[in-house]
């Protein structure tokens, strides 16, 4: 199946620090990627929807400032969390559309667990 | 508006045996699309199922398949011959016209020997 990479697995910051998250389509191109944000023992939310060489759509309620996202190009989408606190600390996952695949069907990344001190 | 509802937080069953996992969805929109995710301790998520909403057969994937009973609105998983190593988080989810997905709160299903 198709794959898509998450880069770091895992990072710890300090608060005040920010953070970039990359999400690769590794063989395929993706025009748009999802990011979530899963906290424990919780479901999956949808953060924003990463559209490639335009602004990305945030879902209600996230802070755009905040989670920055930059799809630059079909292969590569990154989020940034700046200036990090404790409560940001989470597990991000990027997923990415398979192109002629039903709709819906995405490819997840490996996550990436953010811890912030 | 939109909702998946997962009610079994934790499932337990013996390996060889199989399990249904429930689902149930609302939309008013005709069309839509119902999925399976695994999420395993690791973190990532793995695709295990699709059910279009036209589609009139139940979707099977080797072990799993899909119960659709559209006029109930659900969408339960049905996991045969259960292997150790299906133990893991279970989530279904529904897109719309659109790539992205909604989850439900998900399933912690365990196989002990």
């Known amino acids: 199946g198709a794959v898509v990479s998450q880069h770091p697995s895992w990072v710890i910051c300090k608060s005040g620090t920010s953070v970039k998250i990359e999400c690769r389509s590794l063989d395929f191109q993706a025009t748009t990627m999802f990011w979530y944000r899963q906290f424990p023992k919780q479901s999956l939310m949808l953060m924003a929807t990463s559209n490639e060489g335009s602004k990305a759509t945030y879902e209600q309620g996230v802070e755009k400032d905040k989670f920055l996202i930059n799809h630059a190009s079909l292969t590569l989408s990154t989020l940034t969390v700046t200036s990090a606190h404790p409560e940001d600390s989470s597990f991000y996952i990027c997923?990415?559309?398979?192109?002629?695949?039903?709709?819906?069907?995405?490819?997840f990344g490996e996550g990436s667990r953010l811890t912030v001190l | 508006a939109q909702k998946i509802t997962q009610t079994q937080p934790g499932m337990f069953v013996q390996e060889k045996e199989a399990v249904t996992l429930d689902c149930t969805y609302d939309t008013s929109d005709p069309s839509y699309g119902l999925f399976w995710y695994k999420q395993p301790s690791s973190g990532e998520m793995i695709f295990l199922i699709y059910?279009?909403?036209?589609?009139?057969q139940n979707a099977t994937e080797g072990r799993y398949s899909l119960n659709f009973q559209k006029a109930r609105k659900s969408a339960n998983l049905v996991i045969s011959a259960s292997q150790l190593g299906d133990s893991a988080m279970y989530f279904c989810a529904m897109s719309l016209n659109t790539d992205k997905l909604i989850f439900g709160t998900g399933t912690r299903l365990q196989v002990f020997p």
């Open positions: 059910q279009g909403s036209y589609d009139q």
């Open positions: 997923s990415a559309s398979f192109p002629g695949g039903a709709t819906g069907e995405l490819f």
